[in-house]
């Protein structure tokens, strides 16, 4: 089961950039489709990005053109970059990852974006 720590969190203004880091250990990193998820206060925990073991993105209407998704397997890791920061991303967010039946999540790293 693979382990991981998200990174990078913050507070920022509206209009502003974070990137997240997410980095993977305890088991073979490269054959996972990894995700960011993320939760505001009082919703649903929702699906922001994923990124197969491949390559292929995928984004949540809410956040395309402004969130890249990317991952080094080299290094164990999966990014968010966010660009264009609004107040309504203002969330905890979680990194996933899947593989076969196996799914792992990290603690979260809160986002915070004012205006």
């Known amino acids: 089961q693979v382990q991981l720590v998200e990174s990078g969190g913050g507070l920022v203004q509206a209009g502003g950039s974070l990137r997240l880091s997410c980095a993977a250990s305890?088991?073979?990193?490269?054959?996972?489709?990894m995700g960011w998820y993320r939760q505001a206060p009082g919703k649903q925990r929702e699906l922001v990005a994923t990124?197969?073991?491949?390559?292929?993105?995928n984004y949540a209407d809410s956040v395309k053109d402004r969130f890249t998704i990317s991952r080094d397997n080299a290094k164990n890791t999966v990014y968010l970059q966010m660009n264009s920061l609004k107040p309504e991303d203002t969330a905890v967010y979680y990194c996933?990852?899947?593989?076969?039946?196996?799914?792992?999540w990290g603690q979260g790293t809160q986002v915070t974006v004012s205006q």
């Open positions: 990124i197969t073991s491949g390559g292929t993105t």
């Open positions: 996933n990852a899947r593989y076969v039946s196996r799914t792992s």
């Open positions: 305890g088991s073979i990193f490269s054959p996972y489709a």
